[in-house]
């Protein structure tokens, strides 16, 4: 059961313990992974045991160690927001049985990546997956009037949804997205900054679980 403290202890993790994912886990993350394509009409694809990814001398952005297992996000150009929003339903599902996991942009090497994507599809990002030397750590961030017009006559609904959004991972760290409710429609708005349309459906998983999917409706 994916909860508001379940996403609130999941932290960005880089360094791996040598220890193999056990076949249920990978059993239930496969199928996870089935699902998720049939329903999005993205290609993702789960590796373990792989450890060429992330085989890279110099990162473009932090380093990764042990990693040997994670999603490929594969999908249609312009698919970012899907690719954040499943992505992040397979990272939470992670969690929930105890793995870690990493948003990766820079950090690994795309030839290592053992796919051939189909005419018009390409190799987004990819998220790491494994048990963690620790459980990451806290990061700061902004506040609840920061990213919401949400006040003190918001329904408890959209207090919970900014709160759990809050919550959810962003590159840099960055959280370049806003909610504004009108009524029961919550308009979900990414900033101008690198990879924010696929923080944006990042945000917007976190959001429909804190707010509750029966309370409101996106608004275009």
């Known amino acids: 059961m994916i909860d508001y403290e379940l996403m609130l202890s999941r932290h960005s993790v880089r360094s791996y313990l040598d220890k193999p994912i056990e076949e249920e886990k990978i059993a239930v993350l496969g199928k996870m992974v089935e699902e998720v394509n049939a329903e999005s009409g993205l290609h993702i694809m789960l590796f373990t045991n792989e450890p060429k990814c992330f085989d890279v001398s110099e990162p473009g952005y932090g380093i990764f160690k042990n990693c040997k297992n994670y999603f490929a996000m594969i999908g249609p150009n312009g698919a970012d927001e ?46 790491a997956l494994g048990y963690g030397e620790t459980q990451g750590h806290e990061r700061k961030t902004k506040s609840i009037s920061d990213v919401s017009n949400a006040d003190d006559s918001s329904p408890e609904w959209f207090i919970n949804g900014v709160k759990a959004a809050l919550t959810a991972p962003t590159a840099i760290n960055q959280q370049r997205f806003y909610l504004r409710r009108e009524g029961s429609k919550v308009k979900a708005k990414a900033g101008f900054f690198v990879y924010t349309k696929m923080d944006l459906g990042i945000v917007k998983y976190h959001f429909e679980i804190g707010a509750g999917r029966e309370n409101f409706e996106w608004a275009d």
């Open 82 to 127: 899907a690719i954040g929003y499943y992505g992040e339903k397979l990272v939470l599902a992670a969690q929930e049985l105890g793995l870690n996991t990493c948003w990766a942009a820079m950090s690994y090497k795309k030839g290592g990546v053992d796919i051939k994507p189909a005419k018009g599809e390409k190799l987004h990002i990819v998220i």
